[in-house]
């Protein structure tokens, strides 16, 4: 998504972040399956690992879960006030099904990970363009 941002020259109106919802990862870079995908994609990636805070749920404007999973542990985090930022990320794939989930790829292989490469491409950039319908209102 950072890419997408950066690419349409919006990086100073909207930012993005990632952080867990749980503390796995905390420090690290992404899983090196992750990391040449990126690069074979062409995106960058320095990212280290985070978990989501209180914080992040005032800050943003939507705060993005990739499975049903994450959405429940979502909401059981979320102050009831922000509750309406929490969606799936699929949500902004125009094409995808209600209610399709990114699976997670950790324990798949190389081809798991470009598939969700390719999934959160296409949500991204609808993402993108609904962020872009809304700032145009």
């Known amino acids: 998504m950072a890419g997408l941002v950066?690419?349409?020259g919006l990086g100073i109106e909207i930012?993005?972040?990632?952080?867990?919802?749980?503390?796995?990862h905390v420090g690290?870079?992404?899983d090196h399956r992750t990391l040449r995908e990126a690069q074979r994609r062409g995106w960058p990636v320095d990212h280290r690992g985070r978990t989501l805070t209180l914080g992040d749920f005032e800050h943003?404007?939507?705060?993005?879960?990739?499975?049903?999973?994450?959405?429940?542990e979502l909401r059981s985090l979320s102050?009831?006030?922000?509750?309406?930022?929490?969606?799936l990320l699929a949500?902004?794939?125009?094409?995808?099904?209600?209610g399709t989930e990114v699976p997670d790829p950790y324990h798949g292989d190389e081809a798991d990970f470009?598939?969700?490469f390719d999934l959160c491409e296409a949500a991204c950039a609808g993402l993108?363009?609904?962020?872009?319908?809304?700032r145009a209102r």
């Open 15 to 24: 930012e993005v972040d990632s952080a867990g919802t749980a503390g796995y």
């Open 28 to 30: 690290d870079l992404p």
């Open 6 to 8: 950066a690419q349409a």
């Open 60 to 72: 943003f404007d939507l705060v993005l879960g990739m499975d049903h999973s994450n959405m429940a």
């Open 91 to 98: 949500e902004f794939d125009p094409s995808a099904p209600a």
């Open 79 to 87: 102050p009831e006030r922000h509750l309406h930022k929490l969606r």
């Open 128 to 134: 993108l363009e609904h962020l872009a319908c809304r």
């Open 114 to 116: 470009a598939h969700v």
